[in-house]
C-alpha cells in the first residue's frame, strides 16, 4: 500500500504556526532515508553520545533490523546503550542484555554498553506527582548527549511506545522500571497501579532524563512492522497494517503525537488505534506537555 499524501490532512495536532516544534517525515523506509531525516534536524549530537535503542526480547520480535539502522548509527558515531528489563526473559540482567544486543546483530554496528552494568543512580523530577526521582544506569553519566532512535508501535501496558517510552522506561535500571509502573511505590516488585499515574510516572521520567542530559537529545522514530505488542515482548501479535514511514524532531512530545495522529488516520490501524484507546495511551502526551517537556502542536515538514 502506497503512503497517501491526503492522510496528512487528518493529522488531528498538525498546524501550521510557526512556533509549533518541526516533525520530519518521510514515508520511505530506507538506510538513506533514516540518515536524511537525521540530517533534516539540522545538528549533530554534542561530545560522547549514547545511541538508545532497543534489541529486541527474541528473534521473533519487531525491533530495528541493524541493516536498516546501521548507515544511521554509524553516521552518528556513538554508543549504543540499553538498560536491563525487570522481568524474566532474555535480557533481565546487564550481562543478559548485553548477550541479547550480540546475538541479535547490533555488535557490527558500533560499541555496546549496558548502562545499569555497574549500578544505577537516582536523578531527580523537578515536578512531579508520583515519583520525585528517576533510577536510571549509573553509566547515563559517562555521555555528552543521548540520540534516541525508537521502534514505533503498539504496547500492551502503555497503548504505545515511541521516544517518550523509550526514554523513560528504556534508560531506567532494573528498579527504576519497577519504580515507574508501581508510580513510585516500590523498586523491588511489580504492584498494580492507576493507568494514568503509570502514564504520568513514565512522562516524569522523561523529564528527570531531558534534565540531567540538559536537553541535549535527539529523536528519530520508525513506523514499521507495527504490532499492537511491543520488541519486549518474545513472540509478539503478527502486524496488521501497513508500514508508514520516518520521523525526526527535536521534540520527543511533538514526535510521538505525530506518529500517534498518523496510525489514527491510516486505513488499515484500526488495531493499533483501538490499543491506544484501551490504554488511555495518549495520557503521557497529555502529561508530558504539562510538564513542559513538548508540545503536542507539531509543524509537519515532508521530506523529499
Known amino acids: 500500500m502506497q503512503f497517501e499524501a491526503s492522510r496528512l490532512e487528518g493529522l488531528e495536532h498538525r498546524t501550521d504556526a510557526q512556533s ?42 519487531n525491533n530495528l533490523n541493524p541493516a536498516l539502522v546501521k548507515d544511521l548509527v554509524q553516521e552518528i558515531g556513538g554508543t549504543l546503550v540499553e538498560c536491563s ?18 546475538k541479535h546483530g547490533y555488535a557490527d554496528l558500533a560499541p555496546i554498553q549496558i548502562m545499569d552494568m555497574g549500578g544505577e543512580i537516582e536523578i531527580p523530577v523537578a515536578k512531579h506527582r508520583h515519583i520525585a526521582y528517576d533510577i536510571v544506569g549509573k553509566h547515563i553519566d559517562d555521555y555528552d548527549s543521548i540520540f534516541v532512535l525508537s521502534h514505533f508501535k503498539g504496547h500492551p501496558m502503555g497503548g ?10 528504556g534508560i531506567a535500571s532494573s528498579n527504576g522500571k519497577r ?17 494514568d499515574a503509570f502514564l504520568e510516572s513514565m512522562a516524569e521520567a522523561d523529564e528527570a532524563v531531558i534534565s540531567h542530559m540538559h536537553g541535549k537529545m535527539m529523536y528519530l522514530n520508525v513506523m514499521n512492522r507495527l504490532s499492537v505488542d511491543c520488541d519486549c515482548l518474545a513472540s509478539p501479535t503478527e502486524p496488521d497494517m501497513h508500514a508508514i514511514g520516518v ?36 495520557h503521557i502526551l497529555e502529561y508530558a506537555e504539562e510538564l513542559g517537556i513538548g508540545s503536542r502542536a507539531y509543524c509537519l515538514t515532508v521530506l523529499d
Open 85 to 102: 528489563t525487570a522481568y524474566d526473559g532474555n535480557r533481565e540482567t546487564p550481562e543478559k542484555s548485553l548477550a541479547t544486543f550480540k
Open 179 to 195: 519504580w515507574i509502573h508501581s508510580a513510585g511505590v516500590t523498586k523491588d516488585k511489580w504492584v498494580e497501579t492507576p493507568q
Open 247 to 282: 520521523l525526526s524532531s527535536l521534540d520527543p512530545v511533538a514526535l510521538d503525537q505525530a506518529c500517534v495522529d498518523l496510525i489514527h488516520t491510516a486505513p488499515d490501524g484500526a488495531s493499533v488505534t483501538e490499543r491506544i484507546a484501551s490504554l488511555h495511551g495518549e
Open 20 to 61: 509549533a516544534p518541526e516533525v520530519f517525515f518521510t514515508p520511505i523506509i530506507t538506510p538513506e532515508s533514516l540518515v536524511a531525516a537525521y540530517h533534516a534536524l539540522g545538528r549533530k549530537p554534542e561530545g560522547k553520545t549514547a545511541i538508545k535503542v532497543h534489541s529486541g526480547e527474541s528473534e521473533k520480535s
Open 160 to 169: 504505545f511506545g515511541g521516544a517518550l517510552k523509550n526514554v523513560s522506561i
